[in-house]
């Protein structure tokens, strides 16, 4: 470089970010594919619901992706299968942050007794299977919903619905925060007697300012690519959910619940491959896509990491 | 004297993990009678609870199935009464092992020899191949890979069969649904530790000594490189050998995996915990014997 121009990290972190070309082309294709997604309804596409007499239809011009056993269109349910598990993956990614990051920030920071005992929280955890967890977990919401829909203050169907959805995103968001608080811990253990801690300790400034102020943008960067790598790990497990029939509840759907229902109509006479392939297809990409931006952010603001 | 110290933290831990385990399942509403075939009335309930000691005080019950536990009496299953949590496990787990050491198998065959040529290709075009095969690997769930298989191999071309559990050729479809993702995982890991090992210093004594560069990696490179393949190794085994629920649903398979899942479905207590004591010993287990493999393949790692 010829100028000498002072960057910020995350100035730095940016620029080496746009010249890794499979990072910006994933990056460039989420966005397409989120508006794509998101606009859909808008341009006239068919109702994912709508039920029809044409039931197993092949792909053909109609339903470009044939459709399913009610004969609804694939691919609308597709478009709107691969918005809820989009949003299930940032808004689970984004409760497992919040858990996380303030578990790791406070172990970290306090340190001694009240550190080593988070951090024994955090081992049993992990020597746990998380399945039990999330099941027991996301049952236990149910069961409880399922009381509130009966007696005299019964709510509604939309309101039970939220609910339902509110409970997958803490559950799945409460089993996959572990890794999180690890890595914040570590970080702040490293920066807590730094010089510039030390002095703004020195001038009276409280432990909330300290933290936030001070050792919370130091590790924006570690913690945004965690983020990113947690968001298809997330997809991933709701996934799985809906498989065993916890996660997104029909006639709604998610990437996961479409390929479970197309796995159940698998049979030895007749092959309905589209029921699995697109559905398939779509999460594979939409987790690649979303695993290289990961792994770009992760490259950018470690330099070091990888050379 | 180091894993003996190790070994006895096994003690507290494993009791903290049964003990959580053991509240946790009986905190959720409802309990495993409830989904009899015929709603079982009120005082069969009350009786059922009381021959399996459910109306205790949890702490009682808990103390009662660790004397018992120590006996090597995981109790019998709440859903399946005719026959013991050890009953089901030796039954099933055999399965499990089986079809996740092939699995594992098939992961290290698979993904060690990727991630070995992509770090030796560095920066060339079977780097980016293999990088990209390993990343795309990865997200490939067996959710999909699994009916997929099903639908090409199985049923369009009949050389596997379809599902179930007998001969070798019913191992290699669902092998491959479970290993795949773990391979993709191993290849990136191996890539990274090895691209790290050719950049130290004693790979440079050992090229400057004139090796010939086949026994600089395989020698000497390789088994350094390998040690991060080697850590994860832990718990994916714990993962894999504990069955999966996707797979052996998919292709009906009698292992572990799918009671892990119904048991904590059906609040069957009693199974719940004695899976999630067995889930935690193996990775206990397997990470202290990684860790003891670590010194071995690593002159530089000592254990205090």
Same mark, same amino acid.
């Given at each position: ?6 960057? *910020? ?14 990072? &910006? ?38 339903? $470009? ?11 609308? /349910? ?40 988070? &951090? ?35 709510? *509604?169907?939309?309101?039970? /619905? &939220? ?16 890794? &999180? ?29 300290? $933290? ?26 709701? *996934? ?13 759907? *998610? ?53 | ?14 009791? %903290? ?25 009120? @005082? ?11 109306? @205790? ?10 004397? +018992? ?17 050890? @009953? ?10 089986? =079809? ?26 079977? +780097? ?44 290699? =479809? ?38 010939? @560069? ?31 629920? %996707? %797979? ?19 609040? +069957? ?20 014997? %990684? ?6 393949? +690593? ?6």
């Amino acid at each position: 470089m010829s100028e000498q121009r002072h960057l *910020s990290p995350n100035q730095r972190a940016w620029r080496r970010f746009r010249k890794n070309r499979p990072a &910006m082309v994933a990056a460039i294709f989420l966005v397409v594919f989120v508006g794509l997604i998101l606009l859909w309804p808008l341009l006239g596409a068919t109702n994912p619901n709508a039920v029809s007499d044409a039931q197993f239809a092949k792909p053909n011009g109609q339903y $470009l992706f044939g459709t399913d056993v009610h004969g609804r269109d694939l691919l609308a /349910r597709i478009c709107y299968g691969a918005r809820v598990s989009l949003v299930v993956g940032v808004v689970g990614a984004a409760v497992s942050l919040v858990i996380g990051v303030s578990w790791g920030l406070v172990a970290g920071y306090v340190g001694g007794r009240t550190d080593a005992g988070m &951090m024994r929280i955090v081992d049993v955890l992990y020597s746990m299977p998380t399945v039990v967890f999330v099941i027991v977990l996301i049952t236990a919401l149910n069961a409880s919903l399922a009381k509130m829909q009966t007696g005299p203050h019964a709510l *509604s169907a939309s309101t039970v /619905r &939220m609910l339902q959805f509110t409970g997958l995103f803490v559950g799945l968001g409460a089993v996959s925060w572990l890794t &999180m608080a690890r890595i914040v811990r570590g970080q702040v253990l490293s920066l807590r007697h730094r010089a510039f801690v030390d002095a703004s300790r020195v001038l009276g400034a409280t432990h909330t300012r300290i $933290l936030l102020r001070h050792i919370l943008p130091n590790i924006y960067g570690i913690i945004i690519v965690y983020l990113t790598l947690t968001i298809p790990s997330i997809v991933l497990y709701e *996934s799985f959910l809906s498989y065993l029939g916890l996660g997104i509840q029909p006639p709604q759907a *998610s990437l996961g619940s479409l390929i479970a229902s197309g796995a159940e109509q698998i049979n030895a006479v007749r092959i309905y491959w589209w029921l699995v392939v697109y559905p398939g297809v779509t999460l594979v990409v939409t987790l690649l896509a979303l695993n290289f931006v990961g792994d770009g952010l992760r490259d950018a603001f470690d330099p070091h990491g990888d050379r | 004297m180091y894993f003996l110290k190790r070994i006895l933290f096994f003690i507290p831990l494993l009791l %903290v993990v049964s003990f959580l385990a053991f509240s946790l399942v009986r905190f959720v509403p409802g309990g495993p009678f409830d989904s009899e075939r015929r709603a079982a009335s009120p @005082e069969i309930e009350r009786n059922l609870k009381t021959k399996y000691h459910l109306d @205790e005080p949890i702490l009682k019950q808990y103390g009662r199935f660790l004397v +018992d536990a120590l006996h090597g009496d995981l109790g019998p299953s709440l859903k399946y009464r005719n026959h013991t949590v050890s @009953e089901i496990i030796v039954q099933g787990l055999p399965v499990s092992l089986t =079809l996740g050491g092939m699995a594992f198998c098939f992961a290290l065959g698979i993904g060690i020899p990727l991630g070995f040529f992509s770090a030796v290709n560095r920066g060339g075009w079977g +780097d980016y191949a293999g990088s990209f095969l390993a990343i795309l690997v990865i997200c490939i769930p067996g959710l999909v890979i699994g009916p997929m298989l099903i639908m090409f191999f199985a049923i369009k071309l009949r050389v596997f069969p379809v599902a179930l559990w007998g001969s070798w050729m019913h191992v290699v =479809l669902p092998t491959v649904a479970l290993g795949l993702y773990f391979s993709g995982t191993i290849a990136r890991l191996m890539r990274e530790g090895m691209s790290t090992t050719l950049h130290s210093e004693f790979i440079m004594t050992a090229r400057a000594k004139g090796l010939s @560069e086949t026994a600089v990696l395989i020698k000497h490179a390789f088994r350094i490189a390998v040690l991060p393949v080697l850590s994860y190794s832990g718990p994916m085994l714990a993962d894999l050998l504990t069955g999966s629920f %996707v %797979v052996e649903n998919l292709f009906q398979i009698p292992g572990i995996g799918v009671f892990m899942v119904n048991s904590s479905l059906n609040s +069957d207590y009693t199974m719940v915990v004695g899976l999630v004591l067995l889930y935690a010993v193996l990775l206990l287990g397997l990470n202290l014997v %990684v860790d003891f493999a670590y010194g071995l393949l +690593d002159p530089r790692v000592r254990y205090e």
